[in-house]
């Protein structure tokens, strides 16, 4: 995720100052990624600095509020459009393997027997969270979590009955 273009995705439509943006980021993910707010003020001065965002000055609270540019909108559009590239292989359990299997290392059944069971837990507690949630786009978030985490275990599965 990237702080700077959720900035600007949050003051695509209104107005913000940095509390209302943590705020209002928390309340959309549901507490489920953690925000430092030293960051959100510090990518607000950036923002501002080149030129994404306007300073609005201070309310009576002696909170900035901050207002999209258009190169911001511009920005925001391109980062929104554009495909999200992900590892297809580089990811630590399969480090974790690869090394097991090739170096002849200890542990490998250990390692697929814990991480299946961690998986397993990870899918009783996103299906136990889902029933609590509201709204249908985090819904959707979940539902996507939970796909990657059943694919996690048919390759488990692949890996111990090859």
């Not at 949050?10 to 705020?23: E, Q, S, V």
């Not at 490998?108 to 136990?128: F, G, H, M």
Request: charged content about 30%.
């Amino acid at each position: 995720m990237t702080v700077k273009f959720t900035i600007l995705g949050f003051l695509y439509r209104k107005n913000l100052h940095g509390y209302d943006i943590i705020t209002e980021f928390n309340e959309l993910s549901h507490h489920q990624w953690p925000l430092n707010p030293g960051q959100v003020y510090s990518t607000l001065e950036r923002l501002e600095r080149d030129g994404l965002v306007t300073s609005l000055g201070e309310n009576e609270k002696g909170r900035i509020h901050y207002q999209i540019t258009q190169a911001g909108r511009e920005a925001l559009f391109d980062w929104i459009s554009s495909p999200v590239k992900r590892p297809l292989l580089r990811d630590e359990l399969y480090m974790k393997f690869l090394l097991a299997e090739s170096k002849g290392l200890e542990g490998i059944e250990e390692l697929l027997q814990s991480q299946k069971e961690l998986i397993l837990q990870q899918i009783l507690l996103l299906t136990d969270f889902k029933k609590t949630i509201d709204h249908k786009h985090f819904k959707k978030i979940i539902y996507g979590g939970l796909l990657h985490l059943e694919a996690d275990l048919k390759w488990l599965e692949y890996i111990k009955d090859e």
